[in-house]
């Protein structure tokens, strides 16, 4: 059996939506609140029961069915709030399509998912019991909106003609120092640096320790990483 608690203003709403998931032989509605703050508190008290192991007082549930829009403290902050408290709750958040944002904050804050308060009846129980085995649930519409809301609010890309800042460092580094960042950026090791430069490989460890230190990076690897990204700059800075 899944105990779920509904959390919604309306109650109209909540008890058609009770009426609903009672239909269902393995759900059972063992509470009701009307915002945020009446839900903690029943929580709270399921918790305080638990614990003084009475068995004819309410369980503490399995899963939150809770309303987004709710007057005193919405549901968003309510979810915020029990995720924390009570890390092994459940939430399953009932919206419209048009609470993008708020939908999007609950499921930051660790909702497990979301319904459309018109989802049929055989569709929200499905998805009370995915929940509750620890699956995701995301009904249709909103999370494609979520997704093209963060595309749209993203940065365009920097065109590959735009000047891009150098690393703190780089713009310091000695044209022998380039040379030798140049080729860890095409991948040689020690010897192949002093061969292509005729220097000794004690003076390459040396150039690379002073680049590494220049640039603030822990190995080599790093260098690679930062040469390749400025790697026109390098190329460019050799011409001359």
Sequence with gaps: MI?????????IVRRGLKTLLETKPDL?????ADNG???????????????LEAPEITPFPDVVLMDIRMPGMNGVEATRLICQQFPDLKVLVLTTFNDTEYVSEALRFGAKGYLLKDTPADELAKAIRSVHQGYTQFGPGIVEKVIAKKVMAEP????????????????????????VLRLIAGGANNREISQALHLSEGTVRNHITHILTRLNLRDRTQAAIVANSCRPWLEGRDEK
């Design 28 to 32: 059972q509605v063992i509470g009701e």
């Design 3 to 11: 105990r779920v608690l509904l959390v919604e203003d309306q109650e």
């Design 37 to 51: 703050h009446s839900a903690i508190r029943f929580l709270a008290d399921c918790q305080a029961n638990d614990q």
């Design 156 to 179: 365009p890309p920097t065109k590959p003609d735009s000047p891009q800042p150098l690393p703190p460092g780089l713009a310091e580094l000695t044209d022998r120092e380039r040379d």
